[in-house]
């Protein structure tokens, strides 16, 4: 079953852990230095908090993540038939795990990514540079999202 996945970037993590915290009823299932996350049942979602330096505050990225390599082909070919450019990104690390993604943005930049996690890392990751993706509508400042960096954007991550 797939699980929608948010990653929200915070100017303070540990207000923002509590929060969260408060919010969803339990602790993160994931807590490093920069990075929180829970895995949620009730709503069924993967979200995620980050702080990291230079990185624009609020949603970063959403996605969908999946359970297996069957669904990771059916969203693939979902991406593919949104009739917009699609980075195959391929086997990644990226908060904190290792996993297969590939990203597409919508129409008004919105940045999505469709993955398969396969394991933890000791590392945060590198975010890749999906600046064919952009939109004139793009918003600024990913962090583990893609750099996206149109003509009118001065800052990334």
């Known amino acids: 079953m797939k699980r929608f996945h948010v990653h ?7 207000a923002s852990i509590n929060f969260y915290s408060g919010l969803f009823g339990e602790a993160p299932t994931v ?3 920069d990075y929180a ?11 995620a908090i980050s702080q990291r330096e230079g990185a624009a505050k609020g949603i970063e990225h959403v996605g969908v993540q999946v359970e297996d390599a069957a669904e990771l082909a059916e969203v693939y070919g ?3 038939a949104a009739q917009a ?3 195959e990104e391929g086997a990644t690390t990226c908060c904190y795990a290792r996993s297969e993604k590939s ?11 469709a993955f398969l996690t396969q394991g933890e890392s000791t590392s945060y990751g590198d975010a890749p ?3 064919a993706l952009a939109s004139a509508n793009a918003a600024e400042g990913q962090c583990c999202a893609p750099a996206i960096t149109p003509a009118r954007q001065t800052s990334c991550c």
């Open 129 to 131: 540079d999906l600046s």
């Open 37 to 47: 996350k829970w895995m949620l049942d009730d709503p069924r979602i993967n979200f």
């Open 8 to 14: 929200v970037g915070v100017a303070d993590l540990d």
């Open 78 to 80: 979902r991406l593919k």
């Open 31 to 33: 807590t490093k230095p």
């Open 85 to 87: 450019p699609v980075l």
């Open 103 to 113: 990203w597409i943005a919508d129409p008004d930049g919105v940045v999505w990514e």
